[in-house]
């Protein structure tokens, strides 16, 4: 069974930072790209941070740029998007999603960060 379940979320003033972290089972976590993706209250979900599968490289939206770092330990299983500067519009859920021959979503974090 897969299973992508995200940790990490929560309420951070502005200019505080978070670490989310989504731990992978059911599926070969090293042959995937891993990304994570945000989705506001009434706006479309999108992509926040994209890495490779082998080589490990990175692709981040312009909005996060200088910000967030996403990582990937392959012998854990787990993903993670360390979250710095935070703004009031970093406020979503967030979600892990796995992407290679197959596509995989996890459940979603909620980060909150107040002004």
């Known amino acids: 069974q897969v299973q992508l379940v995200e940790s990490g979320g929560g309420l951070v003033q502005a200019g505080g930072s978070l670490r989310l972290s989504c731990t992978a089972s059911?599926?070969?976590?090293?042959?995937?790209?891993m990304s994570w993706y945000r989705q506001a209250p009434g706006k479309e979900r999108e992509l926040v941070a994209r890495?490779?599968?082998?080589?490990?490289?990175?692709v981040y939206a312009d909005s996060v740029k200088g910000r967030f770092t996403i990582s990937r330990d392959n012998a854990k299983n787990t993903l993670y998007l360390q979250m710095n500067s935070l703004k009031p519009e970093d406020t979503a859920v967030y979600y892990c999603n796995a992407r290679w021959n197959q596509v995989y979503w996890g459940q979603g974090t909620q980060v909150t960060v107040s002004s």
């Open positions: 890495i490779t599968s082998i080589s490990g490289s990175t």
């Open positions: 059911g599926f070969t976590f090293n042959t995937y790209a």
